[in-house]
């Protein structure tokens, strides 16, 4: 009786722990969770800040190009900002949610 409540309770944790894991609990709100990191230049919901760029909806395949571009080092104008250390933070289906996310945001008039 021993082993099988002992198996039951491993079971049940496992279960509960899956069903707690950061990853599933915010795969809803993932993109957004992740954008709201771009807010202190870019604005929240990249609605950008004087000078910067707007993200707003801007196609998502553009996002992803330019984060790859900085991860990469291909954008040598801007290696002396903070984006080439920010994009290589990210896995490349970081940056898809993170685009997603962002293309579908409306830009301010």
Same mark, same amino acid.
């Not at 795969?27 to 202190?40: E, P």
């Given at each position: 009786?021993?082993?099988?409540?002992?198996?039951?309770?491993?079971?049940?944790?496992?279960?509960?722990?899956?069903?707690?894991?950061?990853?599933?609990?915010?795969? %809803?709100?993932?993109?957004?969770?992740?954008?709201?990191?771009?807010?202190?230049?870019?604005?929240?919901?990249?609605?950008?800040?004087?000078?910067?760029?707007?993200?707003?909806?801007?196609? /998502?395949?553009?996002?992803?190009?330019?984060?790859?571009?900085? /991860?990469?080092?291909?954008?040598?104008?801007? /290696?002396?900002?903070?984006?080439?250390?920010?994009? %290589?933070?990210?896995?490349?289906?970081?940056?898809?949610?993170?685009?997603?996310?962002?293309? %579908?945001? /409306?830009?301010?008039?």
């Amino acid at each position: 009786m021993r082993v099988y409540a002992s198996v039951s309770l491993l079971a049940l944790g496992l279960g509960l722990a899956a069903e707690m894991s950061p990853a599933s609990a915010q795969d %809803r709100n993932l993109g957004r969770n992740l954008a709201a990191q771009c807010a202190n230049c870019h604005g929240t919901n990249g609605q950008a800040l004087p000078g910067m760029p707007v993200l707003a909806g801007r196609p /998502k395949e553009e996002i992803v190009r330019l984060m790859g571009e900085f /991860k990469s080092g291909a954008r040598a104008g801007d /290696k002396g900002t903070l984006m080439p250390q920010l994009a %290589r933070g990210y896995s490349d289906e970081q940056v898809a949610l993170i685009a997603e996310y962002l293309s %579908r945001q /409306k830009p301010l008039p």
